[in-house]
């Protein structure tokens, strides 16, 4: 690649072609200041806060968005630049509503912070902020508009990550809204509550919905049994609320912490990974020995089966009837669990802790997730909730000690653990499938083809001389490749493409979820990823079919996998979904 | 794409046909939507989903391109439209004075029907007959130098048309 | 009619140059040529032509009735040339019914011309060609077949030399020869920016790629702009020529011509133009019997200035909203789809076939040192004769608004023209001698822009226009950027509260940082020169500002929160006059005695002050 020399602030520069001035800079040690940029996407150069000098340029450019070029000489701060950038952040703040303690964004919010950064103390301008209702139609997220500075990022992250297109700029001037089409709720669009949105909204205009007051209201009812479970990839990013690097293991401390919150009983999803792996892979091994239909595609991403009720209704046979992790847990803990200790389901309130915006969803998308006769998970709430909750309730995080969750839904083996990363349900389900399929043990149990942020993965695995093509895919826009594929040789009657598909919604998989600090980019999905491939190494047990715990709970309750209780249970259905059914 | 199933086809089939010739070509959207408001006088919600499967086009994109130009409407306008021009030359001439008195005559304001559904009036941005300023169209007919007393003739004309 | 070759559009050409040469002198035939724009439309062309019709036909005259485009003659609507053996072609303006009859019975009968409703000078002094003549300040290169050539006929387009430079650059000339012959021709583009139209051409020719394309950018946002219509209807092939050359020259396939839809008329001249040029295969497969092969299809606009702007253009072309996208990279090397793209201005367009076929030293001759060639105008405003003018470069705006547009309306004084519409700025009675070209207008603050030229009068306040443009651009921003979403809002509320009477001298301080914000850092040209109109009028007439500020009163009295009417005791008389004519009905008295204004309800509208014939009506 050719390298491009140009001066910033009168220091050499010498970079990629192709790198822009915003990072050009930062390798010499120059912050320019930005809103509407953001690392995932490309730079829609709205919000005008980036510029610079540039010699030879009569208007100033945005950093975010202009390549550096040979010879280039940038200012990037200036008497002048800094007084155009204080104005524009003055006017993006009078039309703002400047309610920073209402607001979830408080603390960690980018518009705080140049605001702090620029000490801004009046706005000299007229103050026009918007009055628009919020829209709270989905169980996921909440919309409100009289924040939204108009950075454009959920828009590019709902059409060009997602390929979902439930957001639009509508309207023009002054009057462009971020909003549904055709006027419907967020509920009657075509959004999969992935959170994606709320993920990159650089303010408090898109968040989760809050669950955390019915949780604290649980907590403190005297008459309920209050079960928690962590998700995997929480475990990984908590840590960032609370000063850590991402990619810390956190799940001792994490423990602590939901026991000191007062819950009742600490279990973990990993646990039920494990678990969903082995309906899973037994589904996917009876498939492959000739029931078909194949492809078998992963289920346990809400947004995903979303979509593909949605968009794609014609793969539903194809799709895993195993329910995810998280419910499978739900309906566990309120009827095994509950017999076990002898506790009555009724009084078991169920929380999870989940990256994800669209477990909220989950828990009641459909009849199945009422298996247990109670509702199987009663509050999905966020990695962000927790951290929430965690400091309302003055614990220190850093200074807790380890713990361990409780028995007999909580121990896990590294299998569990990788579901937080992509290519990890398939990893995992590789491990056991091999097992179940040739009675042997892998000695070699990672599967590289799988991991890394390729967009689509894809490799022929190789079990004992029978060929098993799988496709690995995560950010929802990267599916619909993958389904065009299969349904070309749907079509045209040819051998399928693959045999087994894993989809994930988000970015990175669970860990890049929509419900996990802000901030994620690849460089902090990459350590969080790292994280998980740690904890599973450092776990004794690596294979779904290893967990002593799933082992017990197949003897003295479930019967065979895919038997007739575990199918009540642990297995759910899906239905077509057809868009704006207004 | 899926969207709504089992109702009554809006689009004519010469939209159809219509559709069916642009539809091979990139950037088809805006020259459809032109024809679809032609043959309604705006752009009908049942209209927009047909034209969103047609193309294969996310419904999101569609509302997103009729309410970024005001050339596209969304609710249905009056019988007759009026469209005083507020260009330059034509503000400067009284285009404001003739929205002004149309406002009265009609007893509505901007962008609004009239009750009996027969007259709208708009404000557009020049018809590139400024040398007639101020100008007004109704229902496409340039009627230039009018004045505001000529206003009331103009709509009588139309008046149950 | 089938595809011609080289040798066969030669030989049309020279056929049809007698026919169309037999008109220019005085003729051997009656013809009738009723200009049929947009304008005369409106003024009621079609009628005249139809009246004509029966005219003739009454009388059993063996006569032709064409149309034409665009005379420039917009004030004096429906305008029609008569042609009649043993007479110079006579102009008629303002022709209804009755001017037919009278046209048919005096002039063509009796061969007296009708003097109410004839032009002074013959028709070959208005429609004034290339002939150069200091003493007419005009002079035509771009509109140089409107209002002479039937706009639907393709043939007469051809005979005025149409399609010769087409065939030049298709057998004679390199592409980089013919880059050389713009740049030597010194062009720049017409759109706005005035950029070298020969280094965009280059840019785009430089860069590999599998497919490029040629736009045309027929758009004309700035309101009170018609030139490009008028050019369009008038002419719809030069475009059409120009754009082919510039395919063969940096190797595009395929034309756009994005217009905007409220110019019905041109839309259909130049289908009907680009249906003709494909039957005889000047647009195509194989032109003219080459290899290469050119197409054009139209894009029509809907509604938005913004999508003037290069990039929003393409977007809308796409299919898109018409949000711009940053430059660099420009659009000649990354435009349409991501391909490199040449726009240019119609305005711009129309000039290249003749710079081709006549040569650059002829193109470079006329204009100023950096500015060459002419430019059109469309002259409007407070001026007597509104129209479509096109000047040499370096002529003088009292040139434009004295010797051509025939001074002011009703006499009154001048006090500004603007240029560059929203973009642009005042240019007042100071700078009425400087010549016109792109250098020297930004010297003052104001801008060459596309075209617009509107004229202000003594009744027009400086403040009220302002706001007018920004409540425009406010209107029309697309709403990405901040610095233009916002910052051009709070400009105009500025100005709507000083036109209130509520502004504060710190208002004009803040006008001045928006501005200044503004220009900087919005995104696209629109929120960039948003600001200009604000500048320039703070710069040149900050008094009329502080009138409002500080005295709380509009000068030129137009502002209506700032205004009141008042009848004055002594004055009237009663006639009754103003209350009749009162809209809300806010005038009461008696017949004969003196009338009274009901301040709460007058809306201001004036209409008691034109009618009063005493004088009695106080305005201030
Ligand atoms: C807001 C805005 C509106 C514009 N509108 C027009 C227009 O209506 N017509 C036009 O030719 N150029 C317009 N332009 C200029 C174009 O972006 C572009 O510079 C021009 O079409 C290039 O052609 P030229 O080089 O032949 O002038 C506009 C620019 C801006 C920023
Ligand atoms: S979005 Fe940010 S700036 Fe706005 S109220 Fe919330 S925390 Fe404050
Ligand atoms: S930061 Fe200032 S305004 Fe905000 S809570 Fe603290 S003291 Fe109050
Ligand atoms: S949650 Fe996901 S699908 Fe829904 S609007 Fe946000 S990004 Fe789009
Ligand atoms: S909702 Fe958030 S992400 Fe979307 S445009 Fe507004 S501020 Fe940006
Ligand atoms: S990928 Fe994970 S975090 Fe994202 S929506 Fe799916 S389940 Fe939730
Ligand atoms: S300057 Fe105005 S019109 Fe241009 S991109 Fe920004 S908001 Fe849109
Ligand atoms: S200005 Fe108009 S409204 Fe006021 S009194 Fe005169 S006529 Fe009536
Ligand atoms: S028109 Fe003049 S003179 Fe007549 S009643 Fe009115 S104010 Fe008096
Ligand atoms: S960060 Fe560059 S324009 Fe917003
Ligand atoms: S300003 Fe009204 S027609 Fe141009
Ligand atoms: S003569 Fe009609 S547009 Fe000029």
Known sequence: MSMIKCEINGLPVSVPAGTTILDAAKGVGVTIPKLCYHNDLDAWAACGICVVKVEGSPKMLRACATAVGPGMKVVTHDPEVVEVRRTVLELILSTHPNDCLQCGRSGNCELQDLSADFGIRDIPFEKRAPEIPRDTSTPSIVLNPEKCVKCGRCVLVCQEMQNVYALEFIGRGDGTRLAPAADVTLEESPCIKCGQCSAHCPVGAIYEKDDTKAVWDSIKAEDKHVVVQIAPAVRVAIGEAFGYEPGEILTGKTYTALRRLGFDAIFDTNWAADLTIIEEGSEFVKRFAGDGPLPLITSCCPSWTDYMEKFAPDFIDNFSSAKSPQEMLGVMSKTYYAEKAGIDPATITMVSVMPCTSKKYEITRSDEMFASGYQDIDYSITTRELARMIKQAGIDFPALPDSECDSILGQYTGAGTIFGVTGGVMEAALRSAYYLITKEDLEQVEFEAVRGMEGVKTAEIDVKGTKVRIAVAHQMGNVQAVIDQVREARKKGEELPYHFIEVMACRGGCIGGGGQPHGATDEIRALRTRGIYTDDEKSKLRCSHHNPEIKRVYDEYLGEPLGQKAHELLHTAYTERPLYKK | MTTIAGKEKMLTPEIEAFIEKWKGKPGNLIMVLHRVQEEFGYVPRDAAFEVAEALGIPVAKIYGVITFYHFFKLSKPGRNQIAVCMGTACYLNGGQDLIDECERILGVGLNTVTEDGEFSIEAVRCIGCCGLAPVLTLNGEVFGKVNTKQMRRIIQQFEGK | ?620
């Open chain 3, 1 to 620: 009619m089938a595809k011609k070759t080289r040798e066969e559009l030669r030989n049309l050409r020279e056929v049809k140059k007698t026919g169309i040469a037999q008109r220019n002198s005085s003729g051997e035939s009656i013809r009738i040529i009723v200009g049929t724009g947009t304008c005369g439309i409106a003024a009621g062309a079609m009628n005249t032509l139809d009246a004509f019709q029966d005219e003739l036909e009454s009388h059993g005259i063996n006569g032709e009735i064409t149309q034409t485009g665009c005379m420039g003659l917009c004030f004096s609507e429906p305008t029609v040339e008569v042609a009649v053996p043993g007479m110079p072609n006579t102009i008629y303006g303002n022709v209804d019914g009755k001017a037919a009859h009278r046209i048919v019975k005096e002039h063509i009968i009796n061969k007296v011309a009708v003097g109410d409703y004839a032009f002074e000078k013959p028709a070959a002094d208005i429609i004034t060609d290339e002939t150069d003549d200091t003493t007419k300040k005009q002079k035509r290169i771009v509109l140089r077949n409107c209002g002479v050539i039937n706009p639907e006929s393709i043939d007469e387009y051809i005979a005025r030399d149409g399609y010769a430079a087409l065939e030049k650059v298709i057998f004679e000339m390199t592409a980089d020869e013919v880059i050389e012959e713009l740049s030597n021709a010194g062009l720049r583009g017409r759109g706005g920016a005035g950029f070298p139209t020969s280094l965009k051409w280059k840019f785009t020719k430089n860069v590999e790629s599998d497919q490029k394309f040629i736009v045309c950018n027929a758009d004309e946002g700035d309101p009170g702009a018609y030139m490009d219509r008028s050019t369009c209807e008038g002419d719809p092939h030069s475009v059409l020529e120009a754009m082919t050359i510039a395919g063969k020259t940096v190797g595009a396939n395929q034309g756009y011509i994005y217009i905007r839809a409220e110019y019905p008329l041109a839309i259909d001249r130049l289908n009907n133009a680009i249906d003709q040029a494909r039957e005889y295969g000047l647009l195509g497969k194989k032109i003219l019997g080459s290899d290469f092969s050119f197409d054009i299809e139209l894009r029509l606009g809907a509604g938005a200035f913004v999508c003037g702007e290069e990039t929003a253009l393409l977007a809308s072309i796409e299919g898109k909203r018409g949000m711009p996208i940053p430059r660099p990279p420009f659009p000649a090397v990354k435009g349409l789809w991501g391909k490199p793209t040449v726009i240019n201005n119609v305005e711009t367009w129309a000039n290249i076939p003749m710079i081709i076929h006549k040569g650059s030293a002829w193109f470079s001759s006329i204009g100023t040192e950096t500015t060459k060639g002419t430019k059109v105008f469309a002259l409007t405003g407070k001026i007597n004769n509104s129209g479509l003018i096109e000047v040499p470069m370096g002529t003088t705006l009292r040139e434009i608004i004295y010797d051509i547009g025939g001074g002011i309306k009703g006499g009154k004084k001048f006090k500004a023209a603007q240029t560059g519409g929203p973009s642009g700025g005042v240019i007042t009675e100071e700078f009425l001698d400087i010549p016109i070209d792109y250098e020297s207008l930004q010297s003052i603050g104001s801008m060459m822009g596309s075209g617009g030229m509107i004229v202000m009068d003594e009744d027009d306040c400086m403040v009220d226009v302002t706001k007018f443009y920004l409540e425009f651009s406010v209107d029309e921003s697309c709403g990405k950027c901040a610095p233009c979403r916002i910052g051009g809002r709070t400009c105009y509320n500025i100005l709507d509260k000083i036109s209130k009477g509520q502004g504060s001298l710190e208002d004009l301080d803040q006008l001045k940082v928006l501005a200044q914000a503004m220009r900087k850092a919005s995104l696209c040209g629109l929120g960039q020169t948003a600001p200009n109109p604000i500048m320039s009028t703070i710069n040149y007439f900050e008094e009329e500002y502080l009138a409002h500020i500080n005295n709380k009163k509009c000068p030129a009295g137009k502002c209506k929160d700032l205004l009141s009417y008042t009848i004055v005791e002594d004055l009237c008389v009663g006639c009754t006059a103003c209350a009749r004519v009162c809209p809300v009905n806010c005038i009461s008295g008696e017949v004969k005695e003196v009338h009274a204004i009901d301040q709460s309800q007058c809306i201001k509208c004036g209409q008691c002050f034109d009618k009063c014939k005493f004088d009695a009506i106080l305005k201030g």
